[in-house]
């Protein structure tokens, strides 16, 4: 099935970052949908689209794997005019490299690629940085003027990884990214729960369903903290089960600790309404 409008762009956030900006952008375009990477790339396909946009967080120096096998299977327009936005809070990595490897696959041109420094907001490692208070203000100007060159179709050249970073990453992230899908082993549901389901309904994997009133975890994890940020009543929390630690799936989450006191962040403009909301069209 083809988009309805001329301008689509293709989003993936956990705790509303990527959402803000890919919304801020299609603001700026006008008749222009937004498309939740949890969809069926087979019927949202961009085949039609004169602009095609990608917005989506970085995990572990490259682009997460939730977007990046949505975008391996969407057709694209090769003559449409194709750029992307990451968030991040230090280091963009391999990201854009990646995307411009597999839309190259399909002949198509990553013509604008811009980097968007937001909140970290992996809650289970450590707390929210940089202080909302100063970073997100400052990412909204840097979007602002992200959006005005999307909406003149400019070009650039993107972001590639240092040499440090290609110096680290084989040594170090493969075994991050191999443990990410397990991560939830660790979660934890306290009686706090009221059993609302919002975390089934935000988590962009489908990866939690509700059973008994409580959350059950399918252990395809994407690492986003939706979930656990989301949360009305803070019932997520994060302990590792004793009969695991010996196991190597566990290598990342042993070293992942939630105290009850941690503050929880997600984008303060983003609800979590928005975040379930497959498809919308803004006009």
């Not at 450590?126 to 990412?139: D, G, I, K, M, N």
């Not at 990884?161 to 660790?186: C, H, Q, V």
Request: glycine share 6%; net charge positive.
């Amino acid at each position: 099935m083809a988009v309805r409008a001329k301008r689509v762009i293709y989003w993936f956030s956990g705790t509303g970052n990527s959402y803000r900006a890919a919304e801020g952008i299609a603001q700026a375009l006008g008749d222009t949908e937004l498309i939740s990477m949890r969809c069926d790339p087979a019927e949202v396909s961009a085949e039609d689209a004169e602009v095609v946009g990608f917005v989506f967080p970085v995990y572990h120096w490259t682009l997460n794997e939730s977007a990046r096998e949505f975008i391996e299977k969407l057709k694209v327009n090769p003559r449409a005019y194709v750029f992307a936005v990451s968030t991040l809070a230090l280091i963009n990595g391999q990201t854009f490299e990646v995307l411009d490897s597999i839309l190259r696959g399909k002949c198509v041109r990553l013509q604008y690629a811009r980097r968007l420094f937001s909140v970290a907001n992996l809650c289970i490692v450590y707390p929210p940085f940089p202080s909302p208070r100063w970073r997100v203000p400052a990412s909204e100007r840097k979007l602002r003027r992200i959006a005005a060159a999307v909406r003149g179709q400019a070009t650039n050249r993107y972001a590639k990884a240092g040499w440090l970073t290609r110096a680290i990453y084989p040594r170090l992230m493969p075994r991050y990214r191999e443990a990410i899908p397990y991560t939830d082993y660790g979660f934890t549901v306290s009686g706090d729960c009221v059993g609302c389901g919002l975390c089934a309904t935000v988590c962009p994997r489908r990866n939690i369903r509700m059973e008994g009133g409580k959350p059950l975890f399918s252990h395809d994890c994407a690492g986003c903290m939706a979930c656990v940020c989301y949360c009305p009543r803070k019932a997520i929390g994060f302990h590792l089960p004793p009969e695991g630690l010996a196991s190597r799936k566990y290598l990342l989450i042993r070293l992942m600790k939630l105290p009850d006191r941690r503050l929880r962040y997600h984008h303060p403009a983003v609800k979590a309404a928005e975040l379930v909301c497959d498809r919308r069209l803004i006009e």
